[in-house]
């Protein structure tokens, strides 16, 4: 990526991102401040990898800021979240705007204040017709919940009569999925050191290449982002298939007739 070594090796870029940004507590608590302090640095490396998608042509970028499971967290940290959360959607949507990007949140937002709801659809409704980049952020979301919501969709159309239990299978699901409407996630990152999911987009994951690194995400700039896509453009994803055909899919290999 850096000095355009991506596109000199014509190695597709993915299309789609997805970032579980952790340890933010933990780069505060190196520092003696309070884990709050950690969230309010990693709304600066949330700016960072937005402009990074943005210059690169990644045409979708999912951020989780919020677990189905942080509610759990103490208040008083929840409490700072929720008006970090309200603050960045008031001072980022201009410039947003500004650059054609799309911001829409994934997750219950139902589970929200009724003021953080209405500032959301507003920042969703001010940007809905942009298309350079579409920035997807998970709030009180989780994967499970996500897969239960798209089953009661089903659930609710075979009551109204309009599905045949038979017709549920993996598409009808996927497409009652949080993003179904675009690429599926190419690349997934988790900054902080953990090598887990933590409850993200468990069903949209299914083939997504895994990038882990040490780097605390306020800590988490272009260099990191360049350093996961470097990572992602060497990699062979094969999707079941044997490298031989992937080569020859992409028409660099000799056709291997059996
Ligand atoms: C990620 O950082 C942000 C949220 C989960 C909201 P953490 O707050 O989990 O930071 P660590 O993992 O405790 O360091
Ligand atoms: C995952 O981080 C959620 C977000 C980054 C928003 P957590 O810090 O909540 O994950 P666990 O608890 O370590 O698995
Ligand atoms: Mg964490």
Known sequence: MTGNESEQLALPL??????????NGRWAERQGKRRTAGHRAGAESVRRAITFARRNGI?????????????????????????????????????????????????????????????????????????????????????RWDIAQAAQKLGKEVAAGRLQPEKINESALAQHMCLADGPEP???????????????????????????????WPDFDEMTFAAAVDSYVRRERRFGLTSAQIQQLAGSGPLQEE
Do not use: C, K
């Open 14 to 23: 993915p299309r789609h991102v997805a970032i579980i940004m952790d340890g």
């Open 59 to 143: 045409e979708a970028l999912t951020l989780f800021a919020f677990s189905s499971e942080n509610w759990q967290r103490p208040a008083q940290e929840v409490n700072v979240l929720m008006e970090l959360f309200m603050t960045v959607l008031r001072r980022e949507v201009p410039e947003l705007a500004a650059n054609d990007i799309r911001l829409r949140v994934i997750g219950d937002v139902s589970g929200f204040s009724t003021r953080l709801q209405r500032r959301i659809r507003e920042a969703e409704r001010a940007t809905e017709n942009n298309t350079a980049l579409t920035l997807n952020i998970a709030a009180n979301y989780g994967g």
């Open 186 to 216: 190419d690349l997934l990152i988790r900054t902080g050191g953990d090598i887990r999911i933590s409850n993200f987009l468990l069903w949209q994951l299914a083939y997504a290449e895994l990038y882990f690194t040490d780097v605390l």
